[in-house]
């Protein structure tokens, strides 16, 4: 049996950034590890410039995130799917950044950002052999967040605490059962006989730098990621 620390992310809109090509920056369909770490980060308190205790967190915990079944009712009372719904918001920026090195910055540029409406995710955490940073830290740290959450940009609030539940289980898969609502494909980091590579494994000291991995597919008849 193990250990786990249930998340809720619930908001009116997410947004779960993939690499992004010059203006354009797209949204994951479910929370990558980046952003739970970057999620996490806040909540203890850490800052982006605390490279050491950032590593830290990213040794101590792995994830499986569930991308949660949804469902409404038709004018009959007939149970509905409510499907998530991508949306793209058009910016103008001036005083943009050329880089996240030196101050130099453009005079006026486009972006166009998606946003996630409709989904919600719950995420199991659990721990690695010697991790630094403990679950019982993170489950505080989630009660009473250092730093304010958010679901991938700052103008995506939270409509619920994070804090779902904590509780042991045989598998991240069996933790994520005993969460309402039941169903939904599930991205872990425990191995499967599905699988997809991501690139979203930040890497320590180089801003908006990540490496390749591979997440596992639990459930679900199809996956459009």
Same mark, same amino acid.
């Given at each position: 049996?193990? @250990?786990?620390?249930?998340?809720?992310?619930?908001?009116?809109?997410? +947004?779960?950034?993939?690499?992004?090509?010059?203006?354009?920056?797209?949204?994951? #369909?479910?929370?990558?590890?980046?952003?739970?770490?970057?999620?996490?980060? +806040?909540?203890?308190?850490? *800052?982006? #410039?605390?490279?050491?205790?950032?590593?830290?967190? +990213?040794?101590?915990?792995?994830? =499986? %995130?569930?991308?949660?079944?949804?469902?409404?009712?038709? !004018?009959?009372?007939?149970?509905?799917?409510?499907?998530?719904?991508?949306? &793209? $918001?058009?910016?103008t920026?001036?005083?943009?950044?050329?880089?996240?090195?030196?101050?130099?910055?453009?005079?006026?540029?486009? &972006?166009? *950002?998606?946003?996630?409406? @409709?989904? !919600?995710?719950?995420? /199991?955490?659990?721990? #690695? !052999? @010697? +991790? =630094?940073?403990?679950? @019982?830290?993170?489950?505080?740290?989630?009660?009473?967040? %250092?730093?304010?959450?958010?679901?991938?940009?700052?103008s995506c609030?939270?409509?619920?605490p994070?804090?779902?539940?904590?509780?042991? =289980?045989?598998?991240? #898969?069996?933790?994520?059962?005993? %969460?309402?609502?039941?169903?939904?494909?599930?991205?872990?980091?425990?191995?499967?006989?599905r699988?997809?590579?991501?690139? $979203?494994?930040?890497?320590?000291?180089?801003?908006?730098q990540? /490496?390749?991995?591979?997440?596992?597919?639990?459930?679900? $008849?199809?996956?459009?990621?």
């Amino acid at each position: 049996m193990g @250990d786990y620390l249930i998340l809720k992310l619930q908001g009116p809109m997410q +947004a779960w950034g993939e690499h992004s090509f010059e203006g354009t920056r797209p949204s994951g #369909n479910f929370p990558t590890r980046s952003a739970l770490l970057g999620l996490l980060g +806040a909540c203890l308190g850490i *800052r982006r #410039n605390e490279y050491e205790r950032l590593q830290q967190l +990213a040794d101590s915990v792995q994830f =499986a %995130v569930r991308k949660d079944a949804r469902q409404t009712q038709t !004018e009959w009372g007939e149970p509905k799917k409510l499907p998530m719904v991508k949306m &793209t $918001d058009y910016h103008t920026v001036k005083d943009a950044r050329q880089s996240y090195i030196g101050l130099k910055s453009h005079e006026t540029i486009q &972006t166009w *950002r998606e946003y996630l409406l @409709d989904a !919600e995710y719950s995420v /199991a955490i659990w721990e #690695n !052999e @010697d +991790a =630094a940073v403990s679950l @019982d830290e993170l489950e505080t740290a989630v009660r009473k967040p %250092v730093f304010t959450p958010y679901l991938g940009r700052r103008s995506c609030p939270l409509a619920q605490p994070l804090f779902g539940k904590r509780l042991t =289980a045989e598998s991240p #898969n069996q933790a994520l059962q005993a %969460v309402e609502p039941s169903g939904g494909v599930i991205y872990s980091e425990q191995p499967s006989d599905r699988s997809m590579r991501l690139r $979203d494994l930040p890497m320590a000291g180089q801003p908006r730098q990540f /490496a390749s991995r591979t997440v596992y597919i639990h459930g679900g $008849d199809h996956v459009s990621e």
